[in-house]
């Protein structure tokens, strides 16, 4: 089984940065890739980045790319999200995600419950 718990988000102003943390309190975090999507109000949940279960693999939105960083460490059973640069428009809920294919974001297996992040302009 496997919990996710979402931290770090907040208020910033923007070109500042946050990290967001998501740890799991199961046993099984290092069979699955970790990801993360986020949701502003009004629109559709987006795939943000995700990293394999090696933490080898990453990938990221374009919207995203050169400013965020995901990362894990299987021993403390957390991924991260390093968001650096923040524009308005990252403004969201953003979720931690666990899947069993890396490769099949719309397949997610495990959802946290979020945590918001507010850019201020």
């Known amino acids: 089984q496997v919990q996710l718990v979402e931290s770090g988000g907040g208020l910033v102003q923007a070109g500042g940065s946050l990290r967001l943390s998501c740890a799991d309190s199961g046993r099984t975090f290092n069979r699955y890739a970790m990801g993360w999507f986020r949701q502003a109000p009004g629109k559709e949940r987006e795939f943000v980045a995700g990293?394999?279960?090696?933490?080898?693999?990453?990938n990221y939105a374009d919207s995203v790319k050169g400013r965020f960083t995901v990362s894990r460490d299987n021993a403390k059973n957390t991924v991260y999200l390093q968001m650096n640069s923040l524009k308005p428009e990252d403004t969201a809920v953003y979720y931690c995600?666990?899947?069993?294919?890396?490769?099949?974001?719309?397949?997610?297996?495990?959802w946290g419950q979020g945590t918001q992040v507010t850019v201020s302009s």
């Open positions: 995600a666990a899947a069993v294919d890396f490769y099949r974001w719309s397949n997610v297996d495990y």
């Open positions: 990293i394999s279960w090696t933490g080898i693999r990453t």
